[in-house]
């Protein structure tokens, strides 16, 4: 590794960070446990707590992949909501499919929604989804299909800045509208709920819930180590000088196309995953999950936390979640003013984020 | 970094809803009890907060309502409102926030089916109450829920039948309208069955769904035009959801389809939503509610007094699922009263057979499938926005929340 | 005659709404070469180096680098043929060091996964490590891009085209807004290059082109004007008509 | 006061002896009794040709028509209120409205159309005609044949004649109606097509006829709805040139990612709203709040305009993606302000009477006020913004600065001030748009939110930079909308023509009309 020569030597503030991180990760650990203790014990977290870090786990791996598309090749994506949304409706699709007989009308193998639509068969797209490993696979493979299709048509027409940020936002947008259609056999605007069990647990089981928590916390992890894996690579400043100076890197003799098709394709099946792991734990899926603006309000949280530093990404994802949770209760009238102004705030005053904020100005 | 992820101490929390109350001037003194609470799920931003703000207004003026009458079990109610945002995931983890953090007795809210499909799984396991006050498509029946709106007899069958019938103008065509979510399809489907056994053949019937907030009605309107222009008596069946009926009347009025030749019946046009247009060119256009803002009776009168008065504005009107809402909750009040407890298993026991005058004219009984049984009205709008009952039901209606025109049902697991 | 490292360009026309660029230029460079290319502004040096360099498509005429049709090829590709281009601003990556601008030039597999798979060898380092040397940015290896002088940036860019080890260069005005010192260093670099690589220098500076002392192309108004030593050509009274005559 | 009315209903029954028999009087009672006795007593009114019946059915079909407690039914007019029966001043006191329902309504229709056809007032044959177009009685043959003879307005007689083509139709004689068929064979509109199908059922005797009717019926008919959809493309395009305008110039020509730009419509949507709220009880105002709303509009969300140019997005520049998620901030609160402000419900917009029901275009094409206003008022927009663009100081300005900034500054320009107005000019356009749209959509918070993915597919479709292209983009995509809008229906429509967007703009990014020039190469 070049690392030595490279980065600068680790200062003590990214040291304390790296501690911090860490100490995170195992408090987050600990936290189903935590949840086991008697209801009056001191350090008792209830379900509510569990179930809500779970989900901002999920939100967090979205918020990693966009910060490795638009932190560092500079693909700003209005879009990642859809791949996010896709894996959840892969993983959401088996999940019906396990509901089997148990559904209101005991058909044996339509869900619900198909029933009272009138459906007698099983549509061709959903055949396969009562296996896990291909669900899993049609998580990550669908998003990246798609990403790979937008990507390259993009990428070889030289789309780039706000025009890339356009047109995956009408491809969202697109989806939305779509996936809101009945006929389209997704359950239109109710989506999927009423899910019963995972791999054989049952889904409401505290332990089913701890187990899809470490899951995701496992996922989050994961995806950090590869995220920072990729950005240390070669690649990770390839993508770094595309996302600064693109034509200058094709003079280099390096394929841009390839090189942001890699990442964007790449990214869009991390959302996928992060997606399958979220919708079993919130217990819904629908189109409303496709909205711009729950694309864009992923993109902010890495704004927030600090773009191109993938552990303020997640920061981002947390604390932006955790306001928005606080808020919509104490203040179910204002928050909005609190979150708008946040993202004018950052984005005007903090360009580097929460963490550029803890670094001071180093550069 | 630990600090958000658990985001406020439960202290802040109570802070928070207690700022969020709508305190009365003059608190009655009330013991050392602790208060009772109730949770209120509307949202209050996003697409759907123009329905259900005033859902949320209407439970916080009861809650002042029954404060001012000494509270509830010698308690003082207190409301938590939170916020959900028109964000159906979101829903769900509200209710649990409201169940598990605030800790509340019962929860009034939700108004879209998905919503109301969103928090159902929380509120089962958590063996929660949530009073849901909307009509709806039925094929449902939760054990935490008691359905104080409308299941599809009692509005839209009833409304066909006017239409067919010699007031209505014998319908022999029918245009099925409506956003496409499972509210009116699952409705279309069963009226379909319905018309199907009253002799309409499909051949004379039109079936079209449009997104939510479908704004460009012209190519849909002329199409019903050239339906009708069958030689048939047609007319419009609309569940075309709130926020599109908007440029949806104004385009029928523009292209002249007066109520005289095509009239159209709706399910979610209420007097709220009329007050967003100007009516004039909408007389005789038709509503089916199990409640008019026109109803005369004592307890309408009433209740729209303390509702302008607590809304400080004589000219606010109210609508169907805020008097679902006002039924629901004086229901449970009395049950509460009756079982001597919130707990929830209780109160449902004592909700079974619960009895209210309601503000439609009726007393309204909730009966063991968590339904209400409800008088069904056809109004015909006013120039004023208001709704004229050309037809009533003498008596209350039963709910079928399972359609017996749904042929499935029939093979549908009881329990 | 071998065709092999030869810049041949024939007739190029490049139209931009109605502008010619270029108008039915033709070039050859032979391997080895070092050519200076001079033309008031707008006599379409940069938009021959785009062509060359397949940034911008001819609207007709022929260019070819050895066998290679370069009107066919994208800006990858024919960097990867062995066509460096130095820009007139100098482009380098300021979010990257010295160090990491100049491993990134290095010839090497190009593909994401190449990229991802990549260990600095002993052998790669030594080459960095050379080129730093030879253009004097050693001492600032691990210093980040952005905070290079005019001067250095310019050589850095220099040291990446270097690193890609072209067998032709294509360079845009190295030395314009440097000091007199820097002018010399710059011009001493490039003479070092060339060897046996063919080299074209746009420049505006004559002092500069005269201090090359090589083969002199004039481009005016997207045409060959004029071309051969620089005393030649500076005696040529179209030359002296575009230059002094407006 | 009971007894000295009931003196007096009774003195008027002793000195009107021979009226008490009166088929009028007779009928009149029904209109106090039920829905089923209303609509019999407004078909013998109408029948009847008694002319005092006509007031007393256009006050019940008005709801003016009150009933007293005793059934007494008396006619509010503005002079004041009188018996139905007599004529005689009244008194309203414990009196309420009757009320009716669609079946009487329809039977109303009917026989005050009957009983109008003979008016003196020319709008009023107009609508009787029209209505006995539509009640279409075999009875009325002799009276609409009297009718047309007396009419000299060509407008009336042509609708006096389908009324009679109508009527005829349900003839008993075959004779009459083959005359019948024969006229609306040449109405060429869907509402004969029907009465041609009706009467194909009742009388399947005259099937050949009808049908021959039918097919150059038919071939009319096809060409309208082809106009009629394109009409529509129009205006669903004139409703995308409306939002995008804004955008074309905040967007187009300074490069500013706007995404509170929905937000602006909404904001001018809302200051109609607040204007025509201020002008209702000012009668000679009340007509004018709509185009007063206008200049109302443009200055609201100008200057929302201008203070987020000037508090926010200029030290943004050069930052586009920093720029869009401010920009999604901003929308959020001023959403939210606006919530809080007017409340979450939709709120009423009044539409001037010119700008509603349908206009007959010349060849029978009807088009609807509304959208017709639209289109007008979207071309008149585009053209002022050329205008103000191509033709004034501001404009001349506004070119330098974007094309130059650094030149145009060292020219005495004030770039920072042309930035701000320049944003102000396009957001004001947005709040103009916010007027048109408050006449078609909900004025609502969520307004904007719907436009706003919409407008910048238009933009950029059209070519960045290009107002013609703006045009050009808005209007072809309405059109393209509308076309397939029948086969795949809205939302797969919609759909298909997003996707063709992204298609479209891959292939040429720089949009239909690209800018010109070598900068831009």
Redesign the interface.
């Known amino acids: 590794?070049?690392a030595t020569?490279?980065?600068?030597t680790p200062s003590r503030l990214r040291l304390g960070l790296r501690a911090?991180?860490i100490?995170?990760i195992l408090?987050?650990a600990l936290?189903p446990v935590l949840n086991r203790l008697p209801a009056d014990h001191a350090l008792h977290?209830?379900?509510?707590?569990v179930?809500?870090?779970g989900?901002?786990i999920c939100y967090a791996i979205l918020a990693l992949a966009i910060d490795l598309a638009w932190g560092y090749a500079g693909l700003?994506s209005l879009g990642h909501g859809a791949f996010f949304a896709l894996g959840g409706y892969a993983i959401g699709m088996h999940l019906m499919r396990l509901i089997g007989p148990r559904g209101?009308?005991?058909?044996p193998v339509l869900p619900d929604?198909m029933?009272?639509?009138?459906y007698t068969d099983l549509p061709i797209f959903w055949w396969g989804f009562q296996s896990f490993p291909y669900a899993l696979f049609m998580a990550l493979f669908v998003p990246g299909v798609l990403a790979g299709v937008?990507g390259f048509?993009?990428f070889?027409?030289?789309?780039t800045?706000?025009?890339f940020?356009?047109?995956t936002?009408?491809?969202t947008?697109?989806l939305m509208?779509?996936f809101?259609?009945?006929d389209m056999g997704f359950g239109?605007?109710?989506?999927f709920?009423?899910?019963k069990e995972l791999l054989g647990m049952p889904l409401?089981a505290g332990g089913t819930r701890a187990a899809l928590f470490y899951a995701s916390l496992a996922t989050l992890v994961g995806t950090y180590f590869l995220c920072a894996w990729?950005t240390r690579?070669?690649?990770g400043?390839?993508l770094?000088?595309v996302?600064?100076?693109e034509?200058?890197?094709?003079?280099?003799?390096?394929?841009?196309t390839?090189?942001k098709?890699?990442?964007f394709v790449l990214s869009a099946m991390i959302s996928g995953l992060a997606g399958a792991l979220y919708v079993p734990q919130?217990?819904?899926i629908?189109p409303?999950?496709f909205s711009?603006?729950n694309s864009?309000e992923a993109?902010?949280w890495v704004?927030v936390g600090g773009r191109g530093t993938l552990i303020g990404a997640a920061?981002g994802a947390?604390?932006v979640n955790?306001?928005k949770?606080?808020l919509?209760?104490?203040?179910?009238?204002?928050?909005?003013?609190a979150?708008?102004?946040?993202?004018?705030a950052v984005?005007?005053l903090l360009?580097k984020g929460l963490l550029g904020l803890l670094r001071g100005r180093r550069? | 970094m630990t600090k958000p992820l658990v985001p406020f101490s439960r202290r802040a929390l109570m802070a928070g809803l207690g700022g969020a109350l709508a305190m009365p001037a003059i608190r009655p003194a009330f013991g050392q009890a602790a208060p009772i609470k109730v949770g209120v799920l509307h949202s209050l931003s996003g697409t759907m907060a123009i329905s259900e703000t005033a859902l949320r207004d209407t439970v916080l003026m009861m809650v002042e309502w029954i404060n001012g009458r000494g509270g509830l079990l010698g308690r003082r109610v207190e409301a938590a409102v939170v916020d959900p945002a028109s964000n159906w995931p979101l829903f769900a983890e509200k209710a649990r926030e409201l169940l598990q953090v605030a800790k509340v007795d019962v929860t009034f809210g939700c108004w879209t089916s998905v919503s109301r499909k969103s928090v159902l799984p929380v509120f089962e396991e958590l063996n929660g109450l949530l009073f849901y006050p909307v009509q709806y498509e039925g094929e449902e029946q939760s054990r935490s829920i008691f359905y104080t709106g409308a299941a599809p007899n009692q509005q839209a069958i009833p409304a066909v039948e006017y239409l067919m019938g010699k007031d209505g103008g014998e319908a022999k065509r029918i245009a099925l309208l409506g956003t496409d979510y499972v509210y009116p399809r699952t409705t279309n489907r069963i009226l379909r069955g319905y018309l199907n056994s009253k002799g309409i053949t499909d051949a004379d019937i039109m079936e079209e769904y449009t997104p939510f907030g479908h704004s460009d009605w012209q190519g849909i309107v002329s199409r019903v035009k050239t339906f009708a222009a069958q030689g048939k008596k047609t007319a419009i069946v609309s569940t075309i959801n709130g926020d599109a009926n908007v440029p949806f009347y104004r385009e029928l009025g523009n292209q002249g389809i007066k109520a005289e030749d095509i009239p159209c019946v709706a399910f979610s046009v209420g007097e709220e939503e009329l007050a967003g247009i100007d009516a004039r060119p909408l007389v005789g256009h038709l509503a089916a509610w199990n409640y008019f803002m026109s109803v005369q009776a004592p307890a309408n009168t009433e209740f729209k007094n303390t509702w302008q008065a607590y809304i400080k504005n004589p000219r606010r009107v109210t609508n169907d699922p805020m008097e679902a809402t006002l039924v629901g909750f004086k229901m449970w009040a009395q049950a509460v009263a009756q079982a001597n407890s919130t707990a929830v298993d209780a109160v449902r026991e004592a909700m079974y057979g619960q009895k209210v005058d309601a503000p439609c004219g009726y007393s309204l009984e909730m009966h063991r499938n968590h339904h209400l049984a409800k008088p069904v009205m056809i109004g015909e709008i006013q120039a004023d926005g208001q709704f004229s009952i050309v037809s009533r039901t003498p008596t209350t209606i039963v709910a079928e929340n399972w359609s017996p025109f749904i042929p499935e049902n029939a093979n549908r697991r009881r329990g | 005659m071998s065709t092999k490292g030869r810049l041949y360009l024939d007739g190029v026309s490049v139209v931009f709404d109605g502008f010619r660029a270029l108008n039915n230029l033709s070039l050859v460079v032979e391997p080895g070469e070092m050519r200076a290319v001079i033309g008031p502004n707008g006599a379409g040096k940069t938009t021959m180096m785009d062509v060359i360099t397949g940034k911008t498509r001819p609207t007709s005429g022929t260019v070819r680098f050895g066998d290679h049709d370069l009107t066919r090829m994208d800006e990858a590709d024919i960097a990867n043929l062995g066509i460096g281009r130095k820009f007139q601003k100098p482009t380098v990556f300021d979010a990257l060091t010295v160090f990491e601008n100049l491993e990134l030039a290095l010839k090497a597999p190009r593909g994401p996964f190449a990229c991802l798979r990549w260990i600095l060898t002993g052998e790669a380092k030594a080459r960095i490590d050379q080129v730093m040397e030879e253009t004097g940015l050693t001492a600032r290896a691990g210093d980040l891009a952005a905070i290079l002088s005019h001067g250095q940036r310019q050589w850095l860019e220099i040291g990446m085209l270097l690193m890609q080890d072209p067998q032709l260069l294509l360079v845009d005005e190295p030395v314009a807004g440097m000091t007199d010192q820097e002018t010399e260093h710059t011009a001493a670099l490039l003479r070092r290059i060339a060897g046996e690589r063919s080299v074209v220098v746009v420049e505006h500076d004559l002092e500069f082109v005269r201090a090359l002392g090589r083969k002199v192309t004039v481009l005016h108004e997207g045409t060959m004007l004029s071309e051969g030593p620089i005393d030649q050509v500076q005696n040529d009274p179209r030359v002296i008509e575009v230059y002094l005559g407006r | 006061m009971t007894r000295a009315l009931f003196l007096i209903v009774l003195l008027l029954a002793a000195s009107l002896p021979a009226h008490a028999q009166d088929a009028f009087l007779d009928a009149l009672a029904g209109l106090a009794g039920g829905f089923t006795q209303q609509a019999e007593a407004a078909e013998r009114l109408g029948a009847g040709g008694d002319p005092r019946a006509l007031p007393v059915l256009r006050a019940l079909a008005d709801g003016r028509l009150l009933k007293r407690p005793d059934n007494t039914l008396l006619i509010r007019a503005d002079a004041g209120v009188t018996e139905a029966a007599t004529g005689a001043a009244a008194d309203a006191a414990g009196a309420e409205p009757v009320r009716i329902n669609n079946r009487v309504r329809v039977a109303l229709r009917g026989a005050i159309g009957r009983l109008a056809l003979v008016s003196p007032d020319a709008a009023e044959r107009a609508a009787a005609a029209e209505a006995v177009y539509r009640t279409r009685s075999a009875e009325n043959i002799p009276l609409l044949e009297a009718a047309l003879a007396r009419e000299s307005v060509p407008r009336i007689r042509d609708q006096m004649a389908l009324a009679l083509a109508a009527s005829r139709l349900v003839a008993a004689d075959a004779t009459v109606q083959r005359q019948g068929i024969a006229a609306l064979a040449g109405a060429g509109t869907e509402g004969a097509r029907a009465l041609l199908l009706e009467a194909r059922n009742a009388t399947p005797a005259l099937g050949p006829e009808i049908d021959a009717a039918l097919v150059s019926l038919d071939r009319v008919i096809a060409v309208k709805r082809a106009a009629e959809t394109l009409y529509q493309g129009l205006s669903l395009g004139s409703v995308l040139l409306l939002a995008a305008l804004g955008l074309a110039v905040t967007f187009g020509v300074m490069g500013v990612i706007n995404m509170a730009h929905g937000e602006f419509v909404m904001l001018g949507a809302y200051a109609t709203v607040v204007v025509q709220d201020a002008c209702r009880g000012i009668p000679w105002l009340e007509p004018w709040s709509l185009p007063l709303a206008v200049p109302a509009a443009f200055l609201v969300a100008g200057l929302a305009g201008a203070m987020l140019e000037r508090g926010l997005i200029r030290h943004l520049y050069g930052r586009p993606l920093e720029t869009l998620l401010m920009t999604f901030g901003v929308g959020m609160i001023l959403q939210q302000a606006v919530r809080l402000a007017f409340g979450a419900q939709n709120r009423e917009v009044i539409s001037p009477a010119w700008m509603m029901g349908t206009l007959e275009l010349p060849g029978g094409l009807m088009v609807t006020q509304n959208r017709l206003w639209v289109i007008v008022f979207s071309l008149v927009v585009l053209g002022l913004t050329i205008a103000a663009i191509r033709f004034t100081r501001f404009g001349l300005e506004m070119r330098a600065v974007t094309q130059n900034r650094r030149i145009a500054a060292t020219m005495g320009i004030r770039t920072g001030r042309v930035d701000a107005l320049t944003f102000a000019f396009g957001s004001g356009i947005a709040g103009m748009a916010g007027v048109a749209l408050s006449q078609i959509d909900n004025v609502s918070p969520n307004l904007g939110t719907g436009y706003i993915i919409d407008s910048f597919m238009v933009v950029v479709f059209g070519g960045v930079g290009s107002l013609a292209g703006t045009l050009v983009g808005a209007l072809s995509l309405g059109v393209v909308n509308k076309l397939l809008e029948p086969y795949a229906g809205a939302v797969l429509a919609k759909v298909a023509v997003l996707v063709g967007l992204m298609l479209f703009i891959q292939r040429k990014p720089r949009g239909l009309f690209p800018q010109k020039g070598r900068a831009a190469g």
């Open positions: 590794m070049s020569i490279a980065t600068p911090a991180t100490a995170v408090l987050l936290m977290i209830s379900d509510f707590v179930s809500i870090t989900k901002w700003l209101v009308y005991g058909h929604f029933v009272f639509l009138g937008v048509l993009a070889r027409s030289r789309i800045g706000v025009y940020s356009i047109i936002q009408a491809m947008y697109a509208l779509a809101f259609r009945n239109g605007n109710n989506g709920t009423d899910f409401n990729i690579s070669k690649l400043r390839v770094i000088a996302r600064d100076a034509s200058r890197v094709r003079f280099l003799g390096y394929s841009v390839q090189a098709l890699f990442v919130v217990g819904i629908n409303g999950e711009p603006g864009i993109v902010i704004a920061l947390f604390s955790a306001m949770t606080w919509t209760t104490i203040a179910p009238d204002l928050w909005l003013f979150l708008g102004g946040l993202f004018v984005t005007l360009p550069s």
